[in-house]
């Protein structure tokens, strides 16, 4: 089994920055791709970034936060990390880390039925 927990969420003004933190425990070697996913209040939780191992660590994002926003990863320390830079209203949301010990496919890394392990979630608020 893996285990994931995630940190970092809060409150920020527009414009502003967070880093969140997912640590990532058990099984480590069996989790082919990380993900962090987000989901608004009535909303559907959607893809917002991942870092695929299986693919020489190459990532991929959503459109919207394209530029904005850096996934990471520190192998030493089983850490994955969401840089979230010019923070929008539009960005508020539980937001959720995700593996997955698939390694089928680069274009399903955005896809919720994707991942087998998820986390808690963090609590992000960006006030306008």
């Known amino acids: 089994q893996v285990q994931l927990v995630e940190s970092g969420g809060g409150l920020v003004q527009a414009g502003g920055s967070l880093r969140l933190s997912c640590a990532v425990s058990?099984?480590?070697?069996?989790?082919?791709?990380m993900g962090w996913f987000r989901q608004a209040p009535g909303k559907e939780r959607e893809f917002v970034a991942a870092?695929?191992?299986?693919?020489?660590?190459?990532?991929r994002y959503t459109d919207s936060v394209k530029g904005r926003f850096t996934i990471s990863r520190d192998n030493a320390k089983n850490t994955v990390y969401l840089q979230m830079n010019s923070l929008k209203p539009e960005d508020t949301a539980v937001y959720y880390c995700?593996?997955?010990?698939?390694?089928?496919?680069?274009?399903?890394?955005?896809?919720?039925?994707?991942?087998?392990?998820w986390g808690q979630g963090t609590q992000v608020t960006v006030s306008s």
């Open positions: 995700a593996g997955t010990s698939s390694s089928s496919s680069y274009w399903r890394t955005s896809r919720v039925d994707e991942y087998d392990y």
């Open positions: 058990g099984r480590t070697f069996s989790v082919n791709a």
């Open positions: 870092i695929i191992s299986w693919s020489g660590g190459n990532t």
